[in-house]
T-cell receptor, first 112, second 111 residues
C-alpha cells in the first residue's frame, strides 16, 4: 500500500512570512495527525483529526497555526506569521482504529 | 499527565556489542507502548507494539520487553545498519489515541 505522502520536503522562509504543508494519508485511514519535531527531540502532537473533525488541538498555537482536513482525506497545515522557533520537521501520520501510526517523511522548515 | 523518558540520549557500540535502550513511562491506562526507528531525513518507522507487562516481541536483532513502568529495546549483535534514532511512545486510555513520544535514543554502531 502507498504510504503517507507529504510535500514539500523542504521549505526556507523568512520570519513573519506564511507557509503551508500538505499531507495525503494512507487510503482508508480515518485518523490524521500533525506532529512537530524539533531537532534532537521526539515528535510533539499539534493536531489530530478524525475524518474531517478536530479531536485534539490542545497543543496547536492557534494564534499562528491553522489546519484543515477537507472531505476527510487530504490535510493542510499553515503557519502565519512564522517565527524563528517554528523551525522544525512537520510530520504527518495516519492510522485506522487503534493501529500504530504510519508517518510520512516530513517537511523540514527553516525560518530565517 | 502521560510522560515518556528515554535513556541514554546517545549510545555508541562496536559491531557485535549487544546493549539495551530504556524507556520509562507514566500513563493512565496503557493502551499500547510503541517503538519506532527513525533514520536521518525520514519519518519514524513502526517496529513494535506492546500492550501488557511481561509481553515480548522480536524482529531480527531487536527484542522489546515491557514492565509496568518501563520498556527495554534489546539489540543483540548489532550491525552498522542498525544505526538510527529509536523512539518510544505510549498511548493512554485518557487521551484520544494520540501517541506521546520520548526524546529518542540515537544509536551509532561502528564496524
Amino acid at each position: 500500500e502507498a504510504g503517507v505522502a507529504q510535500s514539500p520536503r523542504y521549505k526556507i522562509i523568512e520570519k513573519r512570512q506564511s507557509v503551508a504543508f500538505w499531507c495525503n494519508p494512507i487510503s482508508g485511514h480515518a485518523t490524521l495527525y500533525w506532529y512537530q519535531q524539533i531537532l534532537g527531540q521526539g515528535p510533539k502532537l499539534l493536531i489530530q483529526f478524525q475524518n474531517n473533525g478536530v479531536v485534539d488541538d490542545s497543543q496547536l498555537p492557534k494564534d499562528r497555526f491553522s489546519a484543515e482536513r477537507l472531505k476527510g482525506v487530504d490535510s493542510t497545515l499553515k503557519i502565519q506569521p512564522a517565527k524563528l522557533e517554528d523551525s522544525a520537521v512537520y510530520l504527518c501520520a495516519s492510522s485506522s482504529s487503534n493501529s500504530p501510526l504510519h508517518f510520512g517523511n516530513g517537511t523540514r522548515l527553516t525560518v530565517t | 499527565e502521560d510522560q515518556v523518558t528515554q535513556s541514554p540520549e546517545a549510545l555508541r557500540l562496536q559491531e557485535g556489542e549487544s546493549s539495551s535502550l530504556n524507556c520509562s513511562y507514566t500513563v493512565s491506562g496503557l493502551r499500547g507502548l510503541f517503538w519506532y526507528r527513525q533514520d536521518p531525513g525520514k519519518g519514524p518507522e513502526f517496529l513494535f507494539t506492546l500492550y501488557s507487562a511481561g509481553e515480548e516481541k522480536e524482529k531480527e536483532r531487536l527484542k522489546a520487553t515491557l514492565t509496568k513502568k518501563e520498556s527495554f529495546l534489546h539489540i543483540t549483535a548489532p550491525k552498522p545498519e542498525d544505526s538510527a534514532t529509536y523512539l518510544c511512545a505510549v498511548r493512554g486510555s485518557g487521551n484520544t489515541g494520540k501517541l506521546i513520544f520520548g526524546q529518542g535514543t540515537t544509536l551509532q554502531v561502528k564496524p
